[in-house]
């Protein structure tokens, strides 16, 4: 793939509040509402995560390339942050990429993700205290819908971080995933019984709020959804966030179109402590 670069004029930076169509159409699309980190999520339509067959995560086109917006390896480098959303849009997948103000406009990753089966329907490259963000709506080319396979949701994040670091190599040390795709490993490494945090809330009369925060790792975001699964317990949907040696999800969950009892609750949140703690245990020790 040739390599390929778009320059953003300081002007066309905007205050971040949305997702504006991306170029290549469907601009009758309606905006999704402006994302922020660990907001107070609204109810959103059921929408039930499912779980298929691997999906191949393809890499960058190239390791040496280096996107506009890049800064010099000498700065303090920011932590990376990857935002998936299930909430914001009921038409298609949000996600979010951060890394200060060092990010280009991602057409290598854009690529990237048209080969996992996906299109990228709208875009928009927006700026605040924090720094650059560039914001995708996503569906399924297949289908024209938002995505629901977490296998398909995690080949999406790590294809992203995969591209981040092959872009930003300055950032690999700072994700968990640089020890996967990056030149340098982590730096320092996690305590996971000090990171590794479960709660559940009540969200209304027919579901549960489900928030976890532990260390990152390949592979997470579907073994979450594979313990829930487990115990029959439905994912409606949620966020998976990624901020550098962290992953933090929140999920909308129900049992039998209800919210989660106590009990049930308990159960839940030991599966999940259990297995995270304990991230090489085999499945037959459960």
Known sequence: ???????????????????SPAAS?????????????????????PF????????????????????????????????PKVIIDQDSDPDATIVEITLG???????????????LGLNVVKASVCLDSTGKHIKLAITKLSTGRKIGDPELLEAVRLTIINNMIQYHPEASSLLALGAT???????????????????????????????VETADRAGLLVDLVKIIDDIN????????????????????????????????????????????RRPTTEEASF
């Not at 159409?25 to 339509?45: D, I, K, M």
């Not at 103000?101 to 080969?115: V, W």
């Not at 998976?240 to 609750?265: C, M, N």
């Open 181 to 211: 795709f990056g030149p340098e490993p982590p730096t320092e490494l996690v305590d996971l019984d000090i990171a590794t945090h479960i709660n559940i809330y009540d969200d209304g009369p027919d579901r549960s709020l489900l928030v």
């Open 101 to 115: 103000d060092r990010l280009g406009d991602l057409l290598d990753t854009m690529n990237a993700l048209k080969n």
């Open 25 to 45: 159409g469907t601009g009758n699309r309606r905006p999704a509402a402006a994302l922020a980190g660990w907001r107070v999520l609204a109810p959103a339509a």
């Open 233 to 276: 317990i439905t994912v409606q949907s949620g966020e998976f966030d990624t901020e550098g040696l962290l992953a933090k999800a929140k999920f909308h969950v129900s049992y039998r179109g209800q919210p989660l009892i106590k009990a049930l609750q308990q159960v839940l949140a030991n599966s999940l402590r259990y297995f995270l």
């Open 48 to 79: 039930k995560l499912r779980l298929s067959s691997a999906v191949r995560v393809p890499r960058a086109a190239s390791s040496a390339a280096v996107e506009d917006g890049s800064s010099s390896s000498t700065d303090t480098v920011p932590t």
């Open 1 to 19: 793939m040739a390599e390929m670069a778009v320059t953003v004029a300081a002007g066309a930076l905007r205050p971040c509040s949305g997702v």
